[in-house]
Each structure stands twice: as structure tokens, then as C-alpha cells.
């Protein structure tokens, strides 16, 4: 079965970085792209990148635009996000979900568990 | 950039029927924005129950289905059970960037 698990979640200081990681398996990943999505505590959800199934194409979230990469490891089946220049509003769960085989395909259909990232002096 | 709506909270009656919409601040909702539908409990992540306007997955109930209605996609719950009651979110798509519309309380009451 699809399983998508997150990591690399905590408590991070403003203006530093963080990488999350997206550890896959049940599918075939290098097949599909991949998403991250992230939701403040008490708030909706937000889209903030898609990468295609072999790392060439990417979109941001205008909120991330130039702070954030998005990245994958298909060797590995895993998916990673580095953030950089943290800010406080950046505080949220991050889930990882697949999309299509194509980058064209707007949504995704499995969700992880997702990572918990605080910014925060 | 784009603003998705939909109602903040909705009621229904168990056994009853409801409508949530998805707006797009641009104009009318097309299938070309190729509109998904979520449903979240408390605690829970994130269930993809509707994809590219109408269709379902294999775990989606029977009882929920998508469509457009009136330049806004639609998601309407026919037969509403008491697990029903979660925060439904659509998604739009504007040319490569995806938008999360600000979800929809329903309450099954």
C-alpha cells in the first residue's frame, strides 16, 4: 500500500533553515510527482510546491517563491523541501502527497502524516 | 494572485443533502480548473475525496459527488452521516500554481 512519512520537523529559530525529508514506498515514485502541502495550527490548507516524477519541472507558492526548493532523490524514493530564511508565519504541519505521473495533474490522491515545523526565538 | 471561496461552515440533518461551492475571484469555475475536493477530521490529515471536477476514488462514499454549478464547482453530499462531519476544502488550479480554497465546516446536526 502507498505510505508516504514524513520527517525532519521541530523548532527552528527565524531567518535559519530546515530540511524535511518524504520517505516513500508501496509505489513506484520515481513515476509520479510529488507535493508538499503545509497548515498553520487552527488554519486551512495550503499548496506550496510540486515537483515533477523526475525533478525537471517545479512550481512554488508565490509565500515561498525564492525561500524554499523543493527536490527528490528517486534513487532513494524519498522527497525532500529545504527551507530556508524561516520565518514565524512558516509555522505549520507540512504533509507530503503524490500527484500525478504528470506534473499537469493538479492534485495528488495519497496524503502522509505529516512534520510539525515551529519558527520560533 | 487568485482567491478561492467557499462558505465557512454549513449544517445539514442527518439523512439530509448539501451543497458546498468552490469560487474563483478570476471569473467562472471551468474544468479546466481541474477542481479537487478534501474532507479533514480533527487530527486527522487530509482525505482527497473528489478529483478533476467529478471523479472519486475508490474510497470515496457513493453519497459525495462533484460538478459544476453556477461557475463554481460544486461538492454535494446526498445521504449525510454523522462522519461526515469535517472541514471539506476544494483545490483550483491556475496554470501550474494550485490554490486551496479557506474550507468549509459542515456540521451533521
Known amino acids: 500500500q502507498v505510505q508516504l512519512v514524513e520527517s525532519g520537523g521541530g523548532v527552528v529559530q527565524p531567518g535559519r533553515s530546515l530540511r524535511l525529508s518524504c520517505a516513500a514506498s508501496g509505489f513506484t515514485f520515481s513515476s509520479y510527482a510529488m507535493h508538499w502541502v503545509r497548515q498553520a495550527p487552527g488554519k486551512g490548507l495550503e499548496w506550496v510546491t510540486v515537483i515533477s516524477y523526475d525533478g525537471s519541472n517545479k512550481y512554488y507558492a508565490d509565500s515561498v517563491n525564492g525561500r524554499f526548493s523543493i527536490s527528490r532523490d528517486n534513487s532513494k524514493n524519498t522527497l525532500y523541501l529545504q527551507m530556508n530564511s524561516l520565518r514565524p508565519e512558516d509555522t505549520a504541519m507540512y504533509y507530503c502527497?503524490?500527484?500525478?505521473?504528470?506534473?499537469?495533474?493538479?492534485?495528488?490522491?495519497?496524503w502522509g502524516q505529516g512534520t510539525l515545523v515551529t519558527v520560533s526565538s | 494572485q487568485a482567491v478561492v471561496t467557499q462558505e465557512p461552515s454549513l449544517t445539514v440533518s442527518p439523512g439530509g443533502t448539501v451543497t458546498l461551492t468552490c469560487g474563483s475571484s478570476t471569473g467562472a469555475v471551468t474544468s479546466r480548473h481541474y477542481p479537487y475536493w478534501f474532507q479533514q477530521k480533527p487530527g486527522q490529515a487530509p482525505r482527497t475525496l473528489i478529483y478533476d471536477t467529478n471523479n472519486k476514488h475508490s474510497w470515496t462514499p457513493a453519497r459525495f459527488s462533484g460538478s459544476l454549478l453556477g461557475g463554481q464547482a460544486a461538492l454535494t453530499l446526498s445521504g449525510a452521516q454523522p462522519e461526515d462531519e469535517a472541514e471539506y476544502y476544494c483545490?483550483?488550479?491556475?496554470?501550474?500554481?494550485?490554490?486551496f480554497g479557506g474550507g468549509t465546516k459542515l456540521t451533521v446536526l
Open positions: 502527497a503524490r500527484g500525478g505521473p504528470s506534473i499537469a495533474v493538479v492534485g495528488f490522491d495519497y
Open positions: 483545490l483550483l488550479s491556475y496554470s501550474g500554481i494550485r490554490l
